[in-house]
């Protein structure tokens, strides 16, 4: 009952409103990862991290050490299971209790914030006191196995390649966390296309007259530990070709892709800018597809965790592997590709938020309906991740393809075009994970964010490493990680 | 007794708490600026401008515009006086009353709030309603006055240059207000630093994970229309000489001033360090200083609404005349100049927040005390703006420098080092506007923002353009504004 609320709660469009006081949290028969953490980290990370959780190398990997830490926590609780980050031997049958697990979770969960998310310390300690644990002292043996758990994932992981703690490459004072120390530059600048087939930083503004550069945000998740592989160098997507001007086809399939994009922005759906807007948010589109078919599925706590886990290896890791073809490709954006195009022409496209499709389109004055997001273009982010979850997902549940998920979005409820889009309210649905990673891919050629050959590049990718994720949490639940 | 009580909230320090639920106003005796209208404009400003009203000509213009349309409003009521953009006629004087004064300042505010301001729209009508006026509906000959004055401030100023509309340059779809219309590039990258005398872009962050690039911030101030004078082209300050590599001094001078700012960045005072957060936000610092000559001075109501639209007369046009220069020197600011003339070398500075001195910091490791901004080094605007706003202050009030201001930040108020700075209550004081002028630029340098020669241009501006507002704002309020 309490998952079913939580859930409903989770598929509402935009940043759900935990505002209702929960009911109190039950050891025994309770979820504290959906009824206790979860809601309090979903405000922590639209506030500190990514206002949209649009910034998915930096969500991603806050939801995935926090997921570890969970699985870990329970391993000792399971007849085989080991942690990734500790072994904590195994704990007798009879303390295999869902109350157990939840005791172990909560207290994994604290250190892990804490080091993620230290500005939000006191309501990490709030969040515990409010069930009735104690941060500072676990005195239950749960309570110990899932502190040292999650202890064990900090130290495993503030150094990760990351740069969560602002002083890798032997920086001494006034720390920068998570800032590039690998010393990528872009070689176009936001005010000139030197090398249109490269990426170009784009300029960026909250409305309220300040502009700003993009930088390619975290271009060392390309050196981050992987769970599920030693290295992405293994991986290799074929060359965008579309983009490379001074390849075989130029400029003719150069603007072949170009005019892909514009022909769709011409043409967007109510239906299409919804999905374009659910699957730039990673906390909606990856998470909330996570709880629904936790509860689709009836999993058990253990279940879920393992599930979590898994989807969030399944991510990560695809992360680290785009971020790796990214920084090689360093491929142009639609953004800058099309006025390059149709330099002081005009291009028939949806002209801004309400404005709708316009025939006399000034090349340079046409932008994405979703925001371009801070890194190269090839391949594509979203397509990866969405692929992969979908992979784990299929493997996870014995190759079953069922999704079966809906998601309404009242008339007006758009982020891009308030009170104007949709027209009417409407729902989307995803019958498979087959769907759901097709549409997730489709709807970044929608936003205007990607050509198509980085959203097929991605899709191949991601589900590669989908597969590699089952494998890596398969073993570590069968206690063989190898 | 309310302008005591708002002023003694005003000058607490940090963005103020308007939480209590002020007094009922009262037109006959009320300053419907200070009591209504300033308590609800603040906190927009913070929220929707600028986060610590640092972004001045964004800040100032939003100042202006509104003071300016509570001048216009106001001028039928005065014996002598006309507005800047009505001639509204002259109302009987039975109909000088503070009330029918209040009722027009009310309405004129309106239009000009929501044209700067329209995301805030449902505020601006709800500020008039709870003082008992309909916006849609001026039915007094107060309010009709009132509302053309706005009115005719929101036509005459929409296109005065800023891009407002952000629509100049011919753009015709997605307008993008505030942006450079005028194509601006820097010379160096925020990689590279190409010719170290010229600006370079700072690479920002809000803490998030997010790095982004400096850009100038509306370079097009520098042809926006001013009030008291026809083109900034006027003025000019001398060269930034030790900026200049390739000048007589070369390298001795650059270190010179580099120096310096080292120096002062290892002698930091808890005094230092609050007056450059005081005067970094400029509500707080030519704002807040207003209110307070206000009340000590004991000004009418209409002598304040002159008094405020002088003094951001005097701050706005010397922007504008700063930004002028600003591009024509495009200088470096020392966060670029200290490790460029300490290259793979330790200095002794301020090693950071709640670090204090240390003498082994890496020259490329340092940083300001107060965030640089996103303009150009030379001349300071700050030291300008103080200026301007002294020397109009001292010729409204008859020659008199008296200032007499105190301003307390208890121990740990800090936004740069909360908790730790200042050790212990401090009180700040400036028994002059000479004082204040003079410590608001110091505190450029005390910041780390600027060199010394910037503030001293910068002073020297400024107090010229104070006089020059004086001149028109006193020939507005005479009825020959020439």
């Given at each position: ?7 409903m709660a989770c598929l509402a469009p935009g940043p759900p409103a935990w505002s209702d006081p929960p009911p109190p949290f039950d050891f025994d ?391 104007a889009t949709p027209q009417s309210d409407i729902a989307l649905q995803w019958e498979t994970w087959t769907d759901f990673e097709t549409d997730c ?42």
């Amino acid at each position: 009952m309490l998952l079913l609320f939580c859930v409903m709660a989770c598929l509402a469009p935009g940043p759900p409103a935990w505002s209702d006081p929960p009911p109190p949290f039950d050891f025994d028969t309770g979820y504290s990862p959906i009824e206790v953490i979860i809601p309090n980290v979903i405000p922590a990370i639209y506030q500190s991290v990514s206002a949209n959780a649009s910034d998915a190398t930096l969500v991603l990997r806050v939801t995935a050490l926090i997921t570890n830490a969970w699985f870990d926590a329970i391993a000792p609780y399971h007849p085989t299971a080991v942690g990734v980050y500790s072994d904590l031997g195994r704990q007798p049958a009879a303390e295999h209790t869902q109350a157990n697990q939840n005791v172990a979770i909560l207290h994994a969960s604290y250190p892990v914030l804490v080091s993620l998310l230290p500005q939000h310390e006191p309501e990490w300690r709030a969040m515990l006191l409010s069930v009735g644990l104690d941060p500072d002292n676990p005195a239950a043996t749960a309570a110990g196995i899932g502190k040292a758990a999650g202890e064990a994932v900090v130290a495993n992981r503030e150094r990760d390649g990351m740069n969560q703690l602002g002083d890798e490459g032997g920086r001494k004072y006034n720390p920068q966390p998570y800032a590039d120390y690998l010393g990528y530059k872009p070689v176009n600048t936001a005010y000139e296309l030197r090398d249109p087939s490269r990426w170009q930083p784009g300029i960026v503004t909250r409305g309220n007259g300040i502009f700003q550069v993009q930088q390619f945000v975290t271009p060392q998740m390309r050196v981050t530990l992987p769970y599920s592989y030693d290295t992405p160098n293994r991986f290799s997507t074929p060359a965008p070709v579309k983009s490379r001007l001074r390849g075989a086809g130029g400029m003719r399939l150069y603007r072949e892709q170009v005019d892909e994009v514009l022909a769709v922005s011409a043409a967007l759906t109510d239906e299409q800018k919804m999905a374009a807007q659910l699957f730039d948010d990673k906390l909606l589109s990856l998470g909330f597809s996570t709880l629904h078919a936790t509860f689709f599925n009836g999993l058990t706590l253990e279940e879920f965790v393992q599930y979590d886990f898994l989807v969030n290896v399944a991510a990560f890791d695809a992360a680290i592997a785009v971020w790796n073809e990214k920084y090689k490709h360093d491929a142009v954006r639609p953004f800058s590709a099309i006025p390059y195009a149709y330099r002081n022409r005009n291009v028939t496209a949806w002209g801004g938020p309400g404005v709708g499709t316009v025939t006399d389109l000034p090349s340079q004055e046409w932008r994405s309906f979703m925001p371009t997001a801070d890194h190269p273009e090839y391949p594509s982010g979203s397509a990866a991740f969405c692929a992969a979850h979908a992979e784990a997902s299929r493997r996870f549940f014995s190759g079953s393809d069922v999704l079966d998920w809906t998601v309404p979005f009242p008339q007006g409820s758009s982020r891009i075009e308030p009170g104007a889009t949709p027209q009417s309210d409407i729902a989307l649905q995803w019958e498979t994970w087959t769907d759901f990673e097709t549409d997730c891919g489709l709807s970044r050629l929608w936003g205007g964010v990607h050509f198509m050959d980085a959203i097929t590049a991605g899709w191949d990718l991601g589900r590669e490493i989908g597969g590699l994720a089952h494998d890596f949490v398969q073993a570590h639940i069968a206690g063989h990680p190898g």
